[in-house]
């Protein structure tokens, strides 16, 4: 198995404790960073019942996610060599098929952050979000064209817009909490949402809740989901359970001042 279920090393500052992976019967395990310096664990399940568990605390600003709606967009031949990448079509990511769509819909807009924001308001918009729509080969044109899907079509689809209007668009995968959102909460889950290079830097949009929210901790990115699935097994596999939670802790740290 290869797993990501570490936080994303520009968090790692952050941390409190160690997210380390323990798993349940103990396993060697060996890590590495893949070509996007995620950070990966690999092992090997033994037949029978593996539990896999990471538990730690965070330190974050409590501030929901920047809004910077003057950012402007970067022309194709300005762009820094690094993110061109994300211009291209991939696995979920039909940039060539969604071209003339993406035009239609976002081209009569501002370019910058306000052409992000109306692919935004469309996806939103446009598909119904439920797990029952929720395929392993699902593609951003099929979503387009199904109208439902979860997080991650959600992005996969505003991703593919986004490049096929010239805008650098990188998926990303994390934990997503429920802080200053009302109830009734609905179980949580991994999250999936993505950045779009504007004005020289990468800024997060999220379609499936299409708000700035707060206690967004990212994992890994990549082109699109096959880069950074959770967990990727080689063999048959079946999840018996599975459980994520965010919980918000007002205590004060070590060497901090409680409030």
Not at 155 to 179: E, F, M
């Amino acid at each position: 198995m290869i797993l990501m279920t570490h936080v994303h090393y520009s968090r790692v500052s952050d941390l409190v404790t160690p997210d380390s992976l323990i798993t349940r019967p103990a396993l060697p395990t060996a890590a590495y960073r893949d070509s996007f310096g995620n950070w990966c664990v690999r092992l090997i399940a033994p037949a029978g019942r593996t539990v896999l568990m990471t538990d730690t605390v965070i330190r974050d600003s409590g501030q929901p996610d920047p809004a910077c709606h003057w950012v402007g967009q970067v022309p194709v031949e300005s762009l820094p060599a690094e993110t061109l990448q994300f211009l291209l079509g991939s696995r979920y990511c039909e940039t060539d098929r969604m071209a003339d769509i993406a035009w239609q819909l976002a081209g009569t807009t501002a370019p910058g952050w306000k052409r992000v924001q109306a692919i935004c308001d469309f996806v939103h918009q446009h598909i119904t979000f439920g797990y029952h729509y929720a395929r392993a080969t699902k593609s951003a044109f099929e979503v387009y064209h199904e109208r439902g899907g979860v997080c991650r079509d959600f992005a996969h689809l505003a991703i593919t817009l986004c490049r096929a209007v010239n805008i650098p668009a990188r998926y990303c995968t994390g934990y997503l909490s429920d802080i200053d959102i009302p109830p009734p909460h609905s179980p949580m889950d991994f999250h999936a949402w993505f950045e779009a290079y504007l004005g020289g830097g990468w800024y997060t949009f999220d379609p499936r809740n299409n708000d700035r929210r707060v206690g967004r901790v990212l994992i890994a990115y990549g082109r699109d989901a096959a880069d950074v699935p959770i967990a990727h097994t080689f063999g048959p596999a079946l999840l018996t359970h599975f459980r994520v939670w965010t919980e918000e802790n007002h205590e004060a740290l070590p060497g901090e001042r409680g409030q």
